[in-house]
Nanobody, 126 residues
């Protein structure tokens, strides 16, 4: 199974930036579609962004569009989530997830993913 490890979370002020990393294992990394999700207490885990295995295809949740950028460096087996102009409501545990499966919903549903990381905490002060 592929292993996923998130890092880069922390405590920042509103308007600041963070870059999260999702390090993945194996030489087959490039074959995986990788998404970012986030969860706050009392809420379901929600889709944030995804990058497909080929073609540079990306998709974002409306609330982060224009502020967050997902990218991947296959040579480093790593997917990044650059988060700019952070807001208090971005506070959450952020998870990365991976799948090789085809999707009709641009991989926005968590049940489309086979492997998950442990999460990294992002806290934004108001």
């Amino acid at each position: 199974q592929v292993q996923l490890v998130e890092s880069g979370g922390g405590l920042v002020q509103a308007g600041d930036s963070l870059r999260l990393s999702c390090a993945t294992s194996g030489h087959t990394f490039s074959s995986y579609n990788v998404g970012w999700f986030r969860r706050t207490p009392g809420k379901e885990r929600e889709f944030v962004a995804v990058i497909a295995n080929i073609g540079g295809i990306t998709y974002y949740q409306d609330s982060v569009k224009g502020r967050f950028t997902i990218s991947r460096d296959n040579a480093k087996n790593t997917v990044y989530l650059q988060m700019n102009n952070l807001k208090f409501e971005d506070t959450a545990v952020y998870f990365c997830a991976a799948t090789t499966k085809w999707s009709t919903t641009l991989w926005t549903r968590q049940d489309e993913y086979d492997f998950w990381g442990q999460g990294t905490q992002v806290t934004v002060s108001s």
